[in-house]
């Protein structure tokens, strides 16, 4: 039988497993698509632990996973333009991609270009749209200076891409072991922690235009700090200290479709956009890969393979 993630209530790492699970069928302008590759979020974490039960609750046993590449094994009733061995990129918003097979909308799907490899395809989704949308919330103009907060993280990376595809100087606040990967996508590496708004204004020669925080607390305040006007402050996290604030909160669900998975999968496929892959584990590997997530110190994506 066809394998799954699964969880059966709220609760740590411990809680998912890997269960046997019925073949799903594909319904009226649907897919069935043999997962290849299946990045895991930030949120899926948050999500199991119960964090975010107010906004969006689980049904148990719950499934995860929105991000998914794979090949089209079956095609439903009414879909066109896809058909049965097509490579596609996509996402669903079902909780459903961490498995061996998934039944996906064919307005969630893509065909997958040739250069973009199966581990990025299948982690471009959730971190590729949230980047996009930070990006767009924000304005960011050619010549600009932009701060990213958590810079190397599965975000982050892809925002400072964007960003200096967009033409802006970009500062990127991460560890020092990542600094080298900024600075080989154009950014500029500084340190978080002490004085670390003394150093960005240094670095900025007094101006920061906009920043992205897609770390969490206490970026917003540090934003204000530096004079970046409310409406150009963008966090994919800290959604309480943005209504406190008054400052955006743009995340996935403003960029969540399949035009913009488009865009971001030619972007990758013509080398103006790279996403780091960090591990790859096998679907059985779930927890160990949750294990690592959670302690977010990760530069780009964790991918599951089944």
Not at 18 to 42: C, F, H, S, T, Y
Not at 50 to 79: C, K, M, N, W, Y
Not at 135 to 159: F, N, P
Request: aromatic share 6%; hydrophobic share 45%.
């Amino acid at each position: 039988m066809p394998k799954a993630v699964r969880f059966a209530e709220y609760g740590g790492i411990d809680a998912l497993n890997v269960v046997d699970v019925d073949r799903p069928e594909p319904g009226e302008r649907q897919l069935l698509v043999k997962v290849v590759a299946a990045g895991i979020n930030p949120g899926e974490a948050a999500i199991r632990q119960g964090f975010l039960h107010d906004r969006f609750p689980a049904t148990f046993p719950s499934g995860q996973g929105s991000d998914l590449a794979g090949i089209v094994e079956e095609v439903g009733a009414g879909v066109t333009g896809f058909a049965e061995g097509d490579e596609v990129i996509g996402f669903t918003h079902n909780r459903a991609s961490h498995a061996e097979y998934v039944v996906v909308e064919d307005d969630q799907l893509i065909h997958r270009p040739a250069g973009v490899p199966w581990e990025q395809a299948g982690a471009l989704f959730v971190a590729g749209t949230t980047a996009y949308a930070a990006i767009h919330a924000v304005k960011v103009e050619r010549g600009e200076t932009v701060v990213v907060s958590a810079a190397a993280g599965g975000v982050g990376s892809l925002v400072v891409q964007l960003a200096r595809h967009a033409g802006a100087t970009v500062i990127g606040l991460a560890s020092e072991p990542h600094h080298a990967w900024l600075t080989r996508h154009g950014a500029i590496p500084l340190t978080y922690g002490e004085d670390v708004g003394e150093r960005v204004r240094a670095a900025a020669d007094g101006t920061v235009d906009a920043f992205i925080d897609a770390f969490g607390a206490p970026y917003i305040e540090l934003a204000l700090e530096l004079g970046v006007p409310g409406e150009r402050i963008n966090t994919i996290i800290d959604f309480a200290g943005a209504a406190k604030h008054g400052t955006k909160a743009e995340g996935c669900a403003a960029a969540a479709r399949a035009d913009v998975l488009r865009e971001l999968a030619t972007l990758i496929a013509d080398g103006d956009l790279d996403i780091p892959i960090a591990r790859v584990h096998r679907l059985e590997e779930v927890r160990e890969a949750f294990r690592e997530l959670e302690r977010r110190h990760t530069r780009g994506k964790i991918v599951l393979k089944p």
